[in-house]
């Protein structure tokens, strides 16, 4: 049986569940969102209290599969996959989140993949490319826009911050899980999201932050969503993705999430975009297609009769 080449993008099965994360992905924001908006539940905790229980269904998932527990720089490599993915990145995004609109928070996020390509250079897991460099620069330009739309709405330049920070953490976490031995995925997102959530749990204090249990009907469906498809499903997923393609390459989902996320934020959340956000948009969108997709896809041409 033929495995698919990393960053080929030639397994059907890779590529579907690339496209199921990518909806998946673009509605976390908008659950997040609801979150925020009702005030039942603090950013922080929100987040932790979703972790705990993705965790527990990743640990009873791996103990029916049998997934070995990792030792040594596996183990090492999978504690800073949770530190860096899931406690640092959900942490910023969740506290960004409670002033950015969710549509604004996607495009921010959008600059992930060239994020990743950048990192993979400074660990030498990538090769550099002039591409890159230009595109880095568009990128940077986009973002600029974007931030100056936000800041014209009123949105606090922390929270964009924030988000923009909260992206560079999950690209070093994509590097991390790329240079320590392979984990099985299940054990990988066990030991991840309780390092992730424990890591959340310990900043609480810091920000006065308090154990609460939602009342509506509305938080919790949005965490439930959070939880089995925004965290385990998506997960799941990406470890699958990431195990077939480079980070780069994975990583094209903070491209195409972003605009499931604004589709569904005008939809469900009533956002209004200007025409300074959209132009901005479209700016960072060509930035990371130009600095990282094209050399990614360059990298690995198709082969004949694929």
Same mark, same amino acid.
């Given at each position: 049986?033929?495995?698919?080449?990393?960053?080929?993008?030639?397994?059907?099965?890779?590529?579907?569940?690339?496209?199921?994360?990518?909806?998946?992905?673009?509605?976390?924001? &908008?659950?997040?969102?609801?979150?925020?908006?009702? $005030?039942?539940?603090?950013?922080?905790?929100?987040?932790?209290? %979703?972790?705990?229980?993705?965790?527990?269904?990743?640990? &009873?998932?791996?103990?029916?599969?049998?997934?070995?527990?990792? %030792?040594?720089?596996?183990?090492?490599?999978?504690?800073?996959?949770?530190?860096?993915?899931?406690?640092?990145?959900?942490?910023?995004?969740?506290?960004?989140?409670?002033?950015?609109?969710?549509?604004?928070? $996607?495009?921010?996020?959008?600059?992930?993949?060239?994020?990743?390509?950048?990192?993979?250079?400074?660990?030498?897991?990538?090769?550099?490319?002039?591409?890159?460099?230009?595109?880095?620069?568009?990128?940077?330009?986009? @973002?600029?826009?974007?931030? /100056?739309?936000?800041?014209?709405?009123?949105?606090?330049?922390?929270?964009?911050?924030?988000?923009?920070?909260?992206?560079?953490?999950?690209?070093?976490?994509?590097?991390?899980?790329?240079?320590?031995?392979?984990?099985?995925?299940?054990? %990988? /997102? @066990?030991?991840?999201?309780?390092?992730?959530?424990?890591?959340?749990?310990?900043?609480?204090?810091?920000?006065? *932050?308090?154990?609460?249990?939602?009342?509506?009907?509305? @938080?919790?469906?949005?965490?439930?969503?959070?939880?089995? &498809?925004?965290?385990?499903?998506?997960?799941?997923?990406?470890?699958?993705?990431?195990?077939?393609? @480079?980070?780069?390459?994975?990583?094209?989902?903070?491209?195409?999430?972003?605009?499931?996320?604004?589709?569904?934020?005008?939809?469900?959340?009533? *956002?209004?975009?200007?025409?300074?956000?959209?132009?901005?948009?479209?700016?960072?969108?060509?930035?990371?297609?130009?600095?990282?997709?094209?050399?990614?896809?360059?990298?690995?041409?198709? %082969?004949?009769?694929?």
């Amino acid at each position: 049986m033929r495995t698919a080449e990393a960053g080929s993008g030639t397994d059907p099965s890779t590529i579907a569940a690339f496209l199921v994360m990518v909806v998946a992905v673009g509605g976390n924001v &908008i659950g997040i969102k609801y979150i925020a908006r009702a $005030g039942e539940l603090d950013p922080l905790w929100a987040a932790a209290s %979703r972790f705990l229980l993705a965790a527990a269904i990743f640990a &009873i998932a791996a103990r029916a599969m049998r997934a070995p527990l990792p %030792r040594g720089r596996a183990f090492v490599g999978a504690v800073l996959y949770g530190t860096l993915s899931i406690g640092a990145f959900f942490g910023l995004a969740y506290w960004g989140l409670q002033r950015a609109p969710a549509g604004l928070a $996607g495009v921010f996020l959008a600059t992930g993949p060239l994020l990743t390509f950048l990192f993979a250079l400074a660990h030498r897991q990538e090769q550099f490319s002039w591409d890159s460099m230009i595109g880095a620069i568009i990128v940077v330009a986009g @973002t600029a826009i974007v931030y /100056n739309a936000g800041r014209d709405e009123g949105v606090p330049a922390a929270s964009l911050l924030a988000i923009l920070a909260a992206s560079a953490c999950a690209a070093e976490g994509a590097i991390v899980v790329k240079g320590f031995p392979p984990v099985h995925p299940a054990m %990988r /997102n @066990t030991i991840g999201m309780a390092v992730g959530a424990a890591f959340l749990l310990v900043l609480m204090p810091f920000f006065d *932050e308090s154990v609460s249990i939602p009342n509506t009907a509305t @938080t919790w469906a949005a965490q439930v969503y959070l939880v089995l &498809i925004g965290s385990v499903a998506v997960f799941a997923l990406y470890l699958f993705i990431l195990s077939r393609w @480079t980070a780069s390459s994975a990583s094209y989902e903070f491209v195409l999430a972003p605009i499931v996320g604004v589709v569904l934020a005008v939809w469900l959340l009533d *956002e209004q975009v200007s025409g300074r956000f959209i132009a901005g948009s479209v700016v960072v969108l060509a930035g990371v297609y130009l600095g990282a997709i094209r050399p990614a896809r360059a990298k690995h041409p198709r %082969r004949a009769g694929e």
